[in-house]
C-alpha cells in the first residue's frame, strides 16, 4: 500500500506557532480514515493514491482557509508494487 509522507508550512501568519494547523491536520486525516503517524517534522499516511491525495489537497487548502498568506508543503510517496506492506511492518523491518 502507498504511503505519503507530508509536511505542510503555514508561511505569513502573526506567530511562529503553527500547532493549531497541526491539529486541524490531524483531524481531516481522521476523518478520512487513513492510518497514519506523526513524525516531529512531518505525518505519514497510508492508503490509496488518489486518498492520499485527497487528503494532502484538503490539508494544503486548509492551511489557506484558515489565513496562511502562503502554505509550503513538501510530499514524498512510497509506492511499492512488488509485495503488499504497511507502515507497521516497514518499522519492524527498519528495526531488525
Do not use: W
Amino acid at each position: 500500500m502507498p504511503f505519503l509522507e507530508i509536511s505542510v508550512v503555514p508561511v505569513g501568519t502573526n506567530t511562529a506557532s503553527f500547532s493549531s494547523y497541526v491539529t486541524d491536520a490531524v483531524n481531516l486525516i481522521e476523518q478520512s480514515g487513513l492510518n497514519y503517524q506523526i513524525t516531529p517534522t512531518a505525518t505519514v499516511i497510508e492508503g490509496e493514491i488518489g486518498q492520499l491525495m485527497d487528503v494532502a489537497k484538503a490539508m494544503h487548502e486548509n492551511v489557506i482557509a484558515n489565513g496562511a498568506t502562503r502554505v509550503i508543503t513538501n510530499i514524498c510517496i512510497d509506492h511499492r508494487t512488488d509485495k503488499n506492506t504497511d507502515m507497521i511492518q516497514q518499522v519492524k523491518t527498519a528495526q531488525k
